[in-house]
Every structure is written in C-alpha cells, then in structure tokens.
C-alpha cells in the first residue's frame, strides 16, 4: 500500500516519502519539512490517532488526512473531531486521493489568499508606501513593475535610509508570489558563525547548542521571497554557498547529509559599492554577477528635493497616533524650505525620524522651523546678489548643475558613469539632464 501511494503520488508532481509506523512518522517530520501527512488509522506501535496527536504538538499547521479501511469510520471521524482535515476511505482508486490532496491544497491557498487580502485591506501594502512624484521615484517605480513578474534575483543599490527594504516588498508584493512569504533577513547583523544556520538550518546535533531541528530562512521563504539586506557584508566562505544555492535550487541544512529543493526569488540589496568590493577582494565576483542580473539604483533623498513636502507631510499623517489630543495639520514655509534646503545623509529614514521628533516637540497645530533638530536649523549664510541682477533661483540653480556636470565630465575624461558616481547621481538621470543642457562632452 505504501508503494503504492508513492508511485501514486511521484506520478502527479509530489515529492513523497513512506515510513512503515507512527514513531518512524515522527523521526522523518523532525528531520524535515513537510506539507501534508496521509496515514492509516490502524497500524503497529502508534495508531493514526496517537500520531495525529503527537504531530499537532509540534507541527501545529501541518495538514493531516487518515486512510481508513471498512470497520474503522468511527476511528476516522474521531481523527477529524480530533483535527485532521479529511479521510479516504480504503479501498480506494488513485484518483479519490489525489482529490483530497487537491481540496487540502486550495484550502491553504484561499488561507493565504484571505491573508493577502487582509494585509492589502489594512493598507499595509509596501507598494504604497513608496512616495514621491519626481521623475526619480516614478522611473523607480516603473523598473519595479518590470522586474516584479520574473523569479530573476535583483540587486537594490542605494545609501544607506533610501528604502531598499520597502522597494523589495513592492517587487515581492507586484509579483506572483505576493500570497507567499516575505522573509527579509539584515546579514551585517548576524554574527559570521551563525548566518549559515540562519540562512539554511540545521540538524540536532550540528553543533553545540543544536538541541533541536530549525527550519532556515530560505525553507521560510520556500515559494516566496527572500530579502538579503546588507549582503555584502556577508563572510566570503558563506558566499560560496549562497551561490550554489542559487544556481542549483537547493540547500542543506549545516549538519545533514541530504539537500532539499527550494523555490525561492532573492532580492540583495547593498549600501556598500559592490563592484569595488569585488575589486578589493572582498566580494566574489560571481556572485556579484549572479545576484545582479537585474540592478535598481535607489535615488538618495538629495535627489529628489522635490519630494521631501510629500514624505513630511506621508510621516506626519502616519505619526498622528503620538498626538491623538492635539493633532498636528502640517508644517509651517520656514520649517519646509529648512528641511528642503537640508542635504539628509540619512535619506528618508532619517527625515521620518525627524518628522516624528517634531511631532513630539511642537506646541501649536502645525511644525515650525524650531522643533526641527538642530543641523536642519543651522545659521546659513545669506547668499550673494547675482552680479546680473537676475534673482531666479531656478536659473541659478541650473546654471550650477550645468557647470558641475560639464566639470565631472571633464575631470572622467568624458567617462560618464564615473561622472554619475562624482555627481551622486544615477547613470539614467545623468544622461537626462546632459540631453537637456545640450552638453557634448
């Protein structure tokens, strides 16, 4: 029978695995992960029903359907009583089974489904959360929306604060695993010795204080996504095996001598220049490369001055639960052209702490230029008359953009992306504004 089931089972796409007893059942689920568990009711040295209760103690959510023969219903309806989702009745033909496993499989479907549906209703979506209206952030959005339907791993580069995290759950949110897990992992804070077991898992007995099984982030995120924040701080030696991984689709767990399939999309992000880091040998240059088959640069705030009234007043809205009592509507011109005006090395995070902070200081309904922190309100010196009269601070402006950009291609030799990193620019925006200044170096 359990040959039987097997080839059944093989046969219409599962990976399935018989034991001959409950207590065998229970060593095969500690030492992996399963989905579902197909068991008779009558068997020696553990019945159906003593193994569904021993499974329900440490595998809460696995689904367990009981096979029951002739004379043995009343067992089976007590298993279900007692959790199981479903039975099937022996002698059986293979397709009644399959049946089963098919109406288990849509239920945990529609759970995740409704799951989905529950984090979208309460506006948790991070897709949302991305907000600006410049050029910068719609050409973000844009290469999001073409990168999020294909399993291709992306590479996130930005500073530092830029939102890389949430750009990764709006690629994950935009694609067809946006039901299945998200799982975000920061690797410069995970010490070295343990970002293996972290990542992958491990056995009993491993190591030292392996004193049980753990499930790995990739079998977490197994047809989901994983975000590998920071990655380039990971250990060289570990490497290696992210990239194996990568290619082959497989992991094992530190201490076990068998792999395990995973589906999963890897989306890395890096504060740090990566291609440098290959440079200096401290980054593998194949896994560079396979991680950055499709690469999205995140704009730094300085960028996109443009959208710092929209993210204020997007922080503001959301910090209102600080002052339920006296709401705080908005900021005063002198607080917005300072916080304009400011450079932000810590991008958007460091403004929403800033919001929030203002929000906690302010007395009135709006925030003034004094409950902003101090280096937003530091003294700047008055600028000079412009020698032609003419006070257009747009004019200005560009004159200086146009006189920095024709001096950064000058000092690269003509070399434009080395110009985009001189320039703090992305190579795309660059090429924009050389095209609208009719430069031809």
Sequence with gaps: MRHLLSVILRDRGYEARSVSNGEEALKELAARDYDLVLSDVRMPRMDGLTLLREVQKGHPDLTFIVMSAYGTHDSAIEAMKAGAYDYVSKPFKPDEVVLVLKKAEERERLARENRRLRTELAGEYAAGNI??????????????????????????HGESGTGKELVARAIHELSPRASLPFVAVNCGAIPGELMESELFGHVKGAFTDASRNKKGLFAEADGGTLFLDEVGEMPLGLQVKLLRVLQDEEIRRVGDTRSEKVDVRVVAASARDLSRAVKE???????????????IRLPPLRDRPEDIPLLARHFLARGARLRPD???????????????????PGNVRELEHAVERALVLCDGPEVREEDLPDELRAP???????????????RAIRAVEEQL??????????????????????????????????ITA
Excluded: C
């Design 380 to 394: 700047r010196a008055p600028a000079a008359a412009p020698p032609d009269g003419n006070f257009s601070i747009k």
């Design 326 to 344: 006296a709401p705080v509507t908005g900021f005063s011109p002198e607080a917005l052209e300072a916080m304009q005006a400011y450079h932000w």
């Design 131 to 156: 907000v600006g209206a410049s050029e910068a952030v719609q050409d973000l959005m844009r290469q999001v929306r073409k990168v999020a339907p294909v399993k291709t791993t992306v590479l996130l």
């Design 405 to 438: 950009i024709r001096q950064a291609l000058e000092r690269t030799g003509g070399n434009r992306t080395r110009a985009a990193e001189l320039l703090e620019l992305s190579y795309r925006a660059l090429l924009y504004k050389i095209k609208e200044y009719g």
């Design 281 to 295: 040998g401290q980054f593998r240059e194949d896994l560079y490369y396979r991680l950055n088959v499709l690469g």
